[in-house]
């Protein structure tokens, strides 16, 4: 043996402690990828420990082969081949020429395991023995292709199966290790400097010599176990993600990579269902300090999130994640107050039933316990439990044990939940905000996790309100529009400049997802941008279904929904109700429901409370000017209305800015119709109705009854003109000069101007028309198309409170809606 100095220090260097590397079924789909690990691992200077899973989809493939060939099933021999080939092609594709030996090991695999399932056909029901045998074989080949592949770049690899070396029992919760076993069949193999060992994940062997399996996903597990009987310095476990993420990738978009974490972190989370790590994995690790780093393999340059015995409280809430499948047992009864051990007594019964429980939560008055169990368990929990407690049912001291499937877990993590107070209150205020109905309630006593039980079906939708209410992505809220006209389009346009900015800075992620109108509507995907949404309704339109555009809009997996109405239409306004019921927001520029009647006003407003949801309508009057928010401000900090009088038209306000008798009244209509200041029936601004139903708006804003038929309007329509057709009604346009013309010289003749005004007051008395009004009013000098707003309170009572600004157009109407949009989403948040 070579003894000199330089041969010895080589020696302490190639025993320097290896690194573990576990590859999941993604890792090693196929031969590319199979290539890409063999290049990770060689591009890497340290000794390793490589444990790899079987290529995706081959245990399920084994498991279901097996039931196949059980049940007898013709086309076993089929599956059997496809799997088979999948298998030569990797080899083939990996190796090239040099495949032959693996070709041929394979040949003996795959013969005996054809003699297994034809085995398995004449047993004629699956066996425990042959099922775990045969759902292992997967990582038997994958470890032989993965070792080819290092050998075939020129490094020295070791392939062991792990029958052969780890020794397992089955416990309670799982396969547990026979250490010194597993350590001295290691130690026989004499590895020595080893530079690179191939392990097979997932299978073992008990005591007895029986083949055995770690569980679903035990590949980890064996990854964990393999660290430490090699006394790897770290565990690197090789996924199809960055690391560990906040929340599941796959039903929260924005799931944050979390950067480190502790053990007891990553053991709650991957209890409460993060796939992405295995909760057994963590215990032969923990108990010997070794760091595990979850990485990918697609971005080997990537740091991974690394989880060590260090805890850190920033953030406080470090992931969020659900599972299914559960049940909530639920035992009830005055009998159980002040008695000491009935608890015990209930979860002893689920023990000696082989009930696992997942959660449990006490009421302090004892009256009741509860606990969540997996759903598969229900039935024999509940007959375990009323067994238990015969006596105790008989007699009514316990009123019933009850079961309810369809339940779901949701817990959030964070070390540092015990130090900041109001985690808990945050959880549930975003629960409640995205209506979701809480069950149960558990949070441990180390205050690292709190659980709740919730319905399955409103999981995606709580995970994703709970996520974005601890600040780890943004508030999602779906948004269907309703009228895409003018205004509609226009707040399409303001949301696809205003959307990044938002998401960026205001932590609101606004999705268009359906627009609609009176006929045809188009039903989107979330990822859809504005712009496209708005594209996609006019060039693909289905005929219109209301209550499937609503559903649609209200996804389960979004947290919050809201529909903008842009139409001037009554049916539309009669939904309202329906969709606040359904906890769906609504916001709106159509006055019909303002203005309508009181009956619906009231049903609208009955039905926001009641669905704890909001009803805006700050756009009807005046567009984006502050008119209803600073009436409702007057009025709820206790202000007393004296009166509310105003220009509250745009075109109205235009054509009486403009008008000097000069030129006749009609041909200003005209112009005003051919710069869009109209509608395109002008008789509808003329008619002075759209201002009676702004005016009622207002008046129901402090309070009042008012309907639209107290209000006596002063139309400026002439009754010969008010039915025939809209160009009759432009051909004839000029009867309208003379009675205005008269109106207006006999202001004139006073020193006064002519104006088109509403007024309301307390005393009920509510007008809209034409009004003689000194040059130095208020209303005297607007500009364009401003609407004057003049309020007369208690407070602004010698000098009126004045709103005054450009208050009709699409662009400021749909502004006006957009606030009202955030205003609602400022309020699902957790902002103050
Ligand atoms: P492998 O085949 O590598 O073992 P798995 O499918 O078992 O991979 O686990 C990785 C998957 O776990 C990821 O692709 C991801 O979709 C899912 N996952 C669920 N929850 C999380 C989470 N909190 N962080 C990261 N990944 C998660
Ligand atoms: N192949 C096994 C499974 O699919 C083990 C693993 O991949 O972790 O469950
Ligand atoms: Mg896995």
């Given amino acids: 043996m070579d003894r000199s100095p330089v041969a010895r220090l080589s020696r302490i260097v190639t025993l320097s402690p290896p690194i573990a590397h576990k590859f999941g079924g993604t890792s090693v789909a196929d031969a590319g990828r199979i290539a890409r690990v063999a290049d990770i691992l060689l591009a890497r200077p340290e000794r390793q420990v490589v444990v790899v899973s079987a290529l995706s989809g081959v245990t399920d493939a084994l ?86 592949a290092l050998r075939a770049r020129g490094a020295r690899s070791v392939r062991i199966d792990a029958r052969e070396v780890l020794v397992v029992e089955s416990g309670e919760l799982g396969a547990v290790v026979d250490w010194d076993a597993s350590r001295a069949r290691l130690a026989a193999l004499d590895l020595g400097a080893f530079e690179r060992v191939v392990l097979t994940g997932f299978v073992a062997r008990t005591g007895s010599g029986r083949v055995t399996t770690l569980g679903r996903n035990g590949s980890d597990f064996s990854g964990a176990i393999f660290a430490a009987l090699f006394e790897a310095s770290e565990l690197h476990i090789w996924t199809d993600v960055d690391g560990v993420l906040s929340a ?129 368990d229900a039935e024999a929990a509940q007959r375990a439990v009323r067994y238990a407690f015969t006596r105790e049912l008989d007699v009514g001291q316990l009123e019933d044990v009850s079961v309810r499937g369809g339940i779901a877990a949701l817990a959030v993590v964070g070390d540092g939940m015990a130090g900041t107070p109001g985690t808990a209150a945050r959880l549930f205020t975003a629960l409640g905000r995205a209506r979701v109905n809480v069950r149960a309630i558990a949070q441990g006593a180390s205050e690292r996790n709190i659980s709740v039980a919730i319905d399955a079906a409103d999981s995606v939708r709580a995970l994703r309100a709970v996520h974005a209410g601890f600040y780890l992505s943004a508030q999602t809220i779906s ?58 309704f006019e060039s693909a339109p289905t005929p219109l279904d209301m209550d499937r555009f609503a559903d649609h809009v209200r996804a389960d997996h979004i947290p919050h929904a809201v529909i903008l109405d842009c139409s001037a239409s009554g049916a539309v ?84 800015n403009e008008y000097d008798g000069r030129e006749p009244f009609s041909a200003l209509v005209r112009r005003a119709k051919e710069k ?92 809209v028309g034409l009004a003689e009004l000194p040059g130095n009013h208020a209303f005297a000098h607007g500009r364009l198309t401003d609407n004057v707003v003049q309020f007369t309170t208690s407070r602004y009572r010698d000098n009126p409170l004045v709103v005054q600004g450009p208050g009709a157009g699409p662009e400021v109407t749909a502004a006006g809606l957009f606030a009202d949009l955030l205003r609602i989403a400022s309020g699902v948040g957790n902002s103050p």
């Fill in 63 to 148: 498991i279901a082969l097996v039931t196949k060939a059980a049940s007898r099933d013709a086309d076993w021999d089929g599956a059997f081949a496809t799997l088979r080939d999948k298998h030569r092609a990797a080899a083939r594709e990996l190796l090239a020429r040099d495949a032959e030996p693996i070709l041929a090991v394979l040949e003996t695999e795959f013969a005996s395991l054809h003699d297994l399932l034809h085995a398995q056909a004449l047993v004629g029901h699956v066996s425990d023995d042959l099922l775990d045998i045969v759902q292992g074989l997967g990582e038997v080949w994958s470890s032989l292709l993965v070792d080819a």
């Fill in 248 to 376: 599941d990738p796959r039903l929260v978009n924005e799931a944050l990579l979390v950067e480190s974490l502790s053990y007891a972190e990553a053991c709650e989370l991957s209890y409460f269902g993060a796939k992405v790590i295995h909760p057994q994995t963590m215990s032969p690790v923990i108990a010997r300090g070794i760091p595990i780093v979850i990485r990918n393999t697609f971005k080997p340059e990537h740091p991974g999130t690394r989880i060590t015995a260090q805890s850190s409280a920033v953030p406080p809430v470090k992931g969020v994640t659900t599972f299914g499948g559960l049940a909530l047992l639920d035992i009830e009864g005055a009998g159980m107050i002040g008695v000491p051990g009935t608890a015990e007594r209930a979860f002893e019964a689920l023990k000696l039933a082989g009930v696992s429980v997942v959660m449990i939560s006490q009421g302090s008055s004892e009256h009741s316990i509860c606990c969540v169990i997996r759903e598969k």
């Fill in 479 to 536: 948004v269907g529009l309703v009228g895409p006209g003018n205004v509609g389009t226009a707040f399409v346009r303001q949301l696809a400049a205003a959307r990044e900015r938002l998401k960026r800075d205001s932590n609101v992620d606004l999705r268009l997802r359906g627009i609609a109108s009176s006929r045809a509507m188009w039903l989107g995907e979330s990822a859809v941008q504005p712009l496209q949404a708005l594209a996609g």
């Fill in 573 to 656: 306004a009669d939904q309202y109700a329906g969709w606040l019921a359904l906890g769906i927001h609504v916001a709106v520029a159509n006055k019909q429901a303002g203005a309508g009647p009181i009956e619906r006003y009231d049903a609208i407003r009955r039905a926001a409370t009641a669905g704890g949801v909001r009803w805006r309508y700050g756009a009807t009057v005046g567009g984006g000017l502050p008119i209803l928010g600073t009436l409702r401000d007057l009025v709820e900090t206790g202000d007393e209305i004296h009166a509310v009088e105003g220009i509250l038209s745009g075109t109205l306000a235009w054509l009486f």
């Fill in 676 to 767: 869009g200041y109209t509608e395109p029936d002008p008789r509808d601004d003329l008619s002075g109705l759209d201002v009676a139903r702004k005016l009622v708006i207002l008046a129901r804003e402090i309070g009042w009854s008012t309907q639209l038929a107290d209000v006596n309007v002063e139309g400026l329509v002439p009754s010969a003109l008010a039915a025939v057709s809209v160009s009759e009604f432009l051909e004839r346009l000029a009867e309208l000069d003379g009675p205005i013309g008269a109106r207006f010289e006999a202001a004139r003749s006073k020193g006064h101007v002519l104006r088109y005004v509403a007024r309301v007051d307390a005393q009920g008395e509510a007008r």
